[in-house]
Nanobody, 128 residues
Framework: QVQLVESGGGLVQAGGSLRLSCAAS????????MAWFRQGPGKEREFVAA????????YYLASMKGRFTISRDNAKNTVYLQMNSLKPEDTAVYYC?????????????????????WGQGTQVTVSS
């Protein structure tokens, strides 16, 4: 079992930046893929970005690329999501997820059921 704890959310004005952190503990593995999803008010949970623990390959939802950056610190077992140029539509609860994915394809990465472990989420609110 993997435990994930997110932090770093908060209230920010449009155009501002936030960095989210996800600390992983328990039965982590170098083969894991770590990902960020988000769920806005009245919306379904959607994929944001993913990164491989080993190698650091990354994948982004097209609309996020350029504004959001996912990274990891293997020594700290922590994954980050740097969010810049935030917009009100980025308001959501942001969730960290971990999974041992056998395929690294768009369909697999963007599907919530591909990830077995989830954090409790951290709220990000962007005011206009």
């Amino acid at each position: 079992q993997v435990q994930l704890v997110e932090s770093g959310g908060g209230l920010v004005q449009a155009g501002g930046s936030l960095r989210l952190s996800c600390a992983a503990s328990g039965r982590t593995s170098s083969t894991f893929t770590m990902a960020w999803f988000r769920q806005g008010p009245g919306k379904e949970r959607e994929f944001v970005a993913a990164i491989k623990w080993s190698g650091g390959d990354t994948y982004y939802l097209a609309s996020m690329k350029g504004r959001f950056t996912i990274s990891r610190d293997n020594a700290k077992n922590t994954v980050y999501l740097q969010m810049n140029s935030l917009k009100p539509e980025d308001t959501a609860v942001y969730y960290c997820a971990a999974g041992d994915l056998t395929l690294w394809t768009r369909v697999v990465l963007t599907t919530t059921s591909s990830f077995r472990s989830w954090g409790q989420g951290t709220q990000v609110t962007v005011s206009s």
